[in-house]
């Protein structure tokens, strides 16, 4: 009764994460820009170290204070992701050498290394990038949990709506025909919306799990099913059963529950894997339902 207690925040926050990510993380392995997530969340990381910075600097009492205003953080992290969802968009050009995973990468490397230097010298900072990195999505707490609610519920009912928009440019992403009206404004609003899930996702579980939740369970439906639909809900099988494990024995063992859920996602990933090498399974294709 007590695990139940005290899992069950955590557990409802991992559910919330894996409904999304999934979905996202289809759109993201089909696109064939699997580190946009890591990107967008450093991205948001940036944003959100730039605000500590500031806020440590105008309020200097809570110089050795745990955490700091939450609104602050998330308009400089909203205005970076605003920011990069204009950069990949206009930057995924025909005319550009640079294949956009490319153009990605740099931008992760450039906003990792420009938030270590921001964190530095800053009071607390070795703590603050800790947590973003691997969050303390054991002790979430509820009203944390109601807000990534209120997000994946309006970002979800967006993408429910317009599905066969963002359907239809995942399916042209790297072909030269598009297929809808208005691509890049599309294409923006895929950017941010992904980038609006990712800020709050992090805030809660970050950015290391949101990464493994993201890619992990996509990539082992894509491997063993073919539709859309098998694929996420495979994705959001696999997910639930590993992350229930993973804060069960991150409770027992008194473990960090982050790396747990990664740990497990990658070796179901790996059997995944040899399980269709040994079975001599087809490659599944793709099919649009």
Not at 90 to 116: M, W
Not at 167 to 193: E, G, S, V
Not at 201 to 209: E, F, P, Q, R
Request: with cysteine; glycine share 6%.
């Amino acid at each position: 009764m007590i695990a139940i207690e005290f899992l069950l925040a955590p557990f409802v926050a991992c559910l919330l994460l894996i409904l999304i990510n999934v979905y996202f993380g289809i759109h993201v392995i089909r696109r064939e820009i699997i580190f946009i997530d890591i990107a967008l969340a450093q991205i948001a990381a940036l944003g959100s170290a730039v605000a500590f910075v500031i806020f440590r600097s105008l309020h200097p009492e809570a110089a050795h204070e745990h955490g700091y205003n939450n609104a602050f953080s998330y308009i400089f992290s909203l205005c970076f992701i605003i920011l990069a969802a204009l950069l990949f968009t206009f930057l995924k050009n025909r005319k550009i050498s640079i294949p956009i995973e490319a153009i990605i990468g740099i931008t992760y490397a450039v906003a990792a290394t420009a938030t270590v230097i921001i964190l530095d010298k800053g009071a607390g900072g070795d703590v603050h990038v800790h947590e973003m990195l691997i969050g303390s999505i054991l002790w979430v707490s509820w009203h944390r949990v109601t807000i990534l609610f209120v997000v994946v519920l309006l970002v979800g009912t967006f993408h429910i709506v317009f599905r066969r928009k963002f359907l239809a440019l995942t399916d042209t992403y790297t072909d030269k025909r598009i297929n809808i009206k208005n691509p890049q404004l599309w294409d923006f609003l895929f950017y941010l919306t992904f980038g609006i899930v990712i800020i709050e996702a992090v805030n809660v579980a970050g950015i290391l799990t949101v990464f493994a939740l993201l890619i992990i369970p996509a990539s082992i439906s894509v491997i063993l099913v073919k539709t859309w639909f098998t694929r996420i809900l495979f994705g959001w099988i696999i997910s639930l059963f590993i992350s229930v494990i993973g804060l069960y024995l991150s409770w027992k063992m008194d473990l960090q529950s982050s790396p747990l859920m990664i740990l497990f996602l990658g070796i179901v990933l790996i059997i995944a894997s040899a399980s269709k090498k040994l079975f001599s399974l087809k490659p599944s294709g793709y099919e649009k339902n």
